[in-house]
T-cell receptor, first 109, second 113 residues
Framework: DAKTTQPPSMDCAEGRAANLPCNHS???????VYWYRQIHSQGPQYIIH???NNETNEMASLIITEDRKSSTLILPHATLRDTAVYYC??????????FGAGTRLTVKP | DAGVIQSPRHEVTEMGQEVTLRCKPI?????LFWYRQTMMRGLELLIY????????DSGMPEDRFSAKMPNASFSTLKIQPSEPRDSAVYFC???????????FGQGTRLTVV
């Protein structure tokens, strides 16, 4: 039961903004959108999350559409160290957190 | 805080042996998750606990797998008997509650030969 859809891979030039899309058309009103990334074989790393409003932190910005059916993670100035698999997750009220296939972002010099 | 601590980092065992993976969540966190990652299946949620109680174990592959959380600071994932197809990286994660971020450990790489 895939709750999110992401492109399998994307490329981005170093120093440019990376915009990673995610579709979650079946999202419920109380479900949050989370983004994580996984570099090499390390444990996934939290990036950002939101419910309705756009969010920004030191790592990234999260833009959620008004109908909440899709979102975009923005890395404003991608570096080579941002090369990773990025996961978009819809987290239901009962707390489980299931990962899909994610988007493999490659930042190129 | 040292973050989520998993042990061992690497485990090599023979088929049929019992394997126990350990996790120490971040102090004060009340939710704990066990995941398995393979190339074929990606990151799979095996089980998660809330306040030391298993909430959903539907991801546990079969009866050979069991998980316990005897107290708020310790959890184990046991495989008995182990099989080569259990070879994977097993991650543990914890979060304060359902609306805060989960922090992952560095994982245990299990190889069953």
């Amino acid at each position: 039961d895939a709750k999110t859809t992401q492109p399998p891979s994307m490329d981005c030039a170093e120093g440019r903004a990376a915009n990673l899309p995610c579709n979650h058309s079946t999202i419920s009103g109380n479900e949050y959108v989370y983004w994580y990334r996984q570099i090499h074989s390390q444990g996934p790393q939290y990036i950002i999350h939101g419910l309705k409003n756009n969010e920004t932190n030191e790592m990234a910005s999260l833009i959620i559409t008004e109908d909440r059916k899709s979102s975009t993670l923005i890395l404003p100035h991608a570096t080579l160290r941002d090369t990773a698999v990025y996961y978009c997750i819809v987290r239901p009220a009962h707390n489980d957190m299931r990962f899909g296939a994610g988007t493999r972002l490659t930042v190129k010099p | 805080d040292a973050g989520v601590i998993q042990s061992p980092r690497h485990e090599v065992t023979e088929m049929g042996q019992e394997v126990t993976l350990r996790c120490k969540p971040i102090s004060g966190h009340n939710s704990l998750f066990w995941y398995r990652q393979t190339m074929m299946r990606g990151l799979e949620l095996l089980i998660y606990f809330n306040n030391n109680v298993p909430i959903d174990d539907s991801g546990m592959p079969e009866d050979r797998f069991s998980a316990k959380m005897p107290n708020a600071s310790f959890s184990t994932l046991k495989i008995q008997p182990s099989e080569p197809r259990d070879s994977a990286v097993y991650f543990c994660a914890s979060s304060l509650d359902r609306v805060t971020e989960a922090f992952f450990g560095q994982g245990t790489r299990l190889t069953v030969v």
